[in-house]
């Protein structure tokens, strides 16, 4: 046959057949009510990584009304004093003002990826918590170059003052940010994974809050979970910083990270009411060449 005027294509390719089954794999949507496993783990990266902020500066990642608070406050003894030495923002305010706007900078590219991409996909479930263990291992990596304490000595004294302690700060947050737009994209009882005053809210205020704990319901036990999660994130980091240092403290976050990047990739996926004759029917037609082309 002259391969001049052989066809093209008459069906696709195994390389391609394959590529087409993995990006469709990649593609598809994950059901949020079977993404507790993920979610929980969230809610304890949220616990760990607040608990490391908060003992080197008194700062939070992730809990941005806080530090809001805080600039308040800053604001107004910047107005209501005479005393120039007052009359500034003192390095815990600047480490706040720095992780309310990587926090904000986190979400908004986050967001923006997941709305291109699709929100409940496993590439981009997976692909953003990847995003955020690479941000915290180059959090890590900042600490350790900077040399400084992981434990402060007190309010008034944080062990973070350098320009590198500061970008590591805003990289926690940013990776924080990052997770709260996963949570509030799947809109469940896990809320944004990030700010849990509302779950407390939501807990006590639930009508099943004390029913007998043998019976499942659902959006009191995933709140609870929740809650200590973040709780039981909290108390390991803490431990973290005593025997491993901030920087030791992080890399275990980078591990728990990846492996959640993992675990979204097997999370039971949403179920497909497409017609199936008509599936096979374009997969049969896929790449084929029309008559009188």
Same mark, same amino acid.
Not at 235 to 258: D, K, N, P
């Given at each position: 046959?002259?391969?001049?005027?052989?066809?093209?294509?008459?069906?696709?390719?195994?390389?391609?057949?394959?590529?087409?089954?993995?990006?469709?794999?990649?593609?598809?949507?994950?059901?949020?009510?079977?993404? $507790?496993?993920?979610l929980t783990a969230f809610c304890f990266m949220?616990?760990?990584?607040d608990a490391i902020s908060f003992t080197a500066?008194?700062?939070?990642?992730?809990?941005?009304?806080?530090?809001?608070?805080?600039?308040?406050?800053?604001?107004?003894?910047?107005?209501?004093?005479?005393?120039?030495?007052?009359?500034?923002?003192?390095?815990?305010?600047?480490?706040?003002?720095?992780?309310?706007?990587?926090?904000?900078?986190?979400?908004?590219?986050?967001?923006?990826?997941?709305?291109?991409?699709?929100?409940?996909?496993?590439?981009?479930?997976?692909?953003?918590?990847?995003?955020?263990?690479?941000? $915290?291992?180059?959090?890590?990596?900042?600490?350790?170059?900077?040399?400084?304490?992981?434990?402060?000595?007190?309010?008034?004294?944080?062990?973070?003052?350098?320009?590198?302690?500061?970008?590591?700060?805003?990289?926690?947050?940013?990776?924080?940010?990052?997770?709260?737009?996963?949570?509030?994209?799947?809109?469940?009882?896990?809320?944004?994974?990030?700010?849990?005053?509302?779950?407390?809210?939501?807990?006590?205020?639930?009508?099943?809050?004390?029913?007998?704990?043998?019976?499942?319901?659902?959006?009191?036990?995933?709140?609870?979970?929740?809650?200590?999660?973040?709780?039981?994130?909290?108390?390991?980091?803490?431990?973290?910083?005593?025997?491993?240092?901030?920087?030791?403290?992080?890399?275990?976050?980078?591990?728990?990270?990846?492996?959640?990047?993992?675990?979204?990739?097997?999370?039971q996926g949403k179920e497909v009411v497409e017609?199936?004759?008509?599936?096979?029917?374009?997969?049969?037609?896929?790449?084929?060449?029309?008559?009188?082309?």
């Amino acid at each position: 046959m002259d391969t001049a005027t052989a066809p093209l294509l008459i069906k696709p390719t195994a390389n391609r057949q394959a590529f087409r089954t993995w990006r469709a794999f990649f593609l598809a949507e994950v059901d949020p009510q079977h993404a $507790t496993g993920p979610l929980t783990a969230f809610c304890f990266m949220t616990g760990f990584i607040d608990a490391i902020s908060f003992t080197a500066a008194f700062v939070w990642c992730g809990f941005q009304t806080g530090n809001f608070a805080q600039l308040a406050l800053a604001l107004a003894r910047i107005l209501s004093t005479n005393d120039s030495a007052q009359r500034v923002l003192l390095p815990a305010d600047l480490l706040a003002l720095t992780s309310i706007l990587a926090f904000n900078v986190g979400a908004f590219f986050g967001g923006r990826s997941g709305d291109r991409i699709g929100p409940h996909t496993r590439a981009w479930l997976s692909g953003a918590t990847l995003s955020q263990a690479l941000l $915290t291992f180059l959090a890590a990596l900042c600490i350790h170059t900077s040399g400084e304490d992981s434990i402060s000595l007190g309010r008034g004294v944080p062990a973070w003052n350098s320009i590198l302690s500061s970008i590591a700060m805003g990289l926690m947050a940013a990776s924080l940010g990052v997770q709260g737009v996963i949570g509030k994209r799947l809109g469940t009882n896990f809320s944004t994974t990030v700010v849990l005053t509302a779950l407390w809210i939501e807990l006590v205020a639930d009508p099943h809050l004390f029913k007998s704990p043998l019976k499942r319901f659902a959006n009191r036990d995933h709140r609870v979970l929740a809650l200590t999660a973040l709780f039981v994130g909290a108390i390991s980091a803490r431990l973290g910083l005593i025997w491993l240092g901030a920087v030791g403290t992080l890399l275990m976050a980078v591990v728990v990270r990846v492996f959640v990047a993992w675990w979204w990739l097997v999370v039971q996926g949403k179920e497909v009411v497409e017609n199936m004759d008509d599936a096979e029917e374009r997969e049969r037609g896929y790449g084929a060449i029309e008559d009188g082309v």
